[in-house]
């Protein structure tokens, strides 16, 4: 089982190129990332940092863009934690556009739990594994 996202991109997400701006690409996955906390995990994400004081910062990025993303696209961002450590674990991104199946970016991210209060890395909690496991793969 994965997570999927839709993502448009908008006019001010665009380069000079008329391609969208890299960095906005790597803003999509995160709004991917924080739609799964929400809607497959169940906790909204600005909850989990407000609330249980636990964030997962990204510490690791591999992407390959496969082909340019423009203005009007929408973005479908799948999920899949092929990977599982103590406190780390690996988010695969895959996107595409609209119908296509074929990804257009591929983003592999290493994120690590930490205490907000203390930036120091800490065991992914029990609830939170049995959830990222529905989502392995990759």
Same mark, same amino acid.
């Given at each position: 089982?994965?997570?999927?996202?839709?993502?448009? $991109?908008?006019? /001010? %997400?665009?380069? &000079?190129? =008329? !391609?969208?701006?890299?960095?906005?690409?790597?803003?999509?996955?995160?709004?991917?990332?924080?739609?799964?906390?929400?809607?497959?995990?169940?906790?909204?994400?600005?909850?989990?940092?407000?609330?249980?004081?636990?964030?997962?910062?990204?510490?690791?990025?591999?992407?390959?863009?496969?082909?340019? $993303?423009?203005? /009007? %696209?929408?973005? &479908?961002? =799948? !999920?899949?934690?092929?990977?599982?450590?103590?406190?780390?674990?690996?988010?695969?991104?895959?996107?595409?556009?609209?119908?296509?199946?074929?990804?257009?970016?591929?983003?592999?991210?290493?994120?690590?739990?930490?205490?907000?209060?203390?930036?120091?890395?800490?065991?992914?909690?029990?609830?939170?594994?049995?959830?990222?496991?529905?989502?392995?793969? =990759?």
């Amino acid at each position: 089982m994965s997570y999927t996202a839709a993502v448009k $991109v908008r006019f /001010g %997400d665009i380069d &000079r190129a =008329g !391609i969208a701006y890299y960095p906005n690409l790597f803003h999509y996955f995160h709004i991917a990332f924080e739609e799964f906390f929400e809607e497959f995990v169940g906790i909204p994400y600005p909850r989990l940092l407000d609330e249980q004081r636990l964030g997962f910062p990204t510490v690791r990025v591999e992407t390959d863009f496969l082909s340019p $993303v423009k203005y /009007g %696209d929408t973005l &479908r961002i =799948g !999920i899949t934690i092929p990977r599982m450590g103590r406190s780390s674990a690996e988010f695969l991104f895959s996107a595409a556009r609209g119908s296509e199946t074929s990804p257009c970016i591929r983003s592999r991210q290493t994120v690590v739990a930490v205490d907000l209060g203390t930036l120091r890395p800490v065991p992914i909690p029990e609830s939170l594994r049995r959830i990222f496991a529905r989502c392995a793969g =990759g």
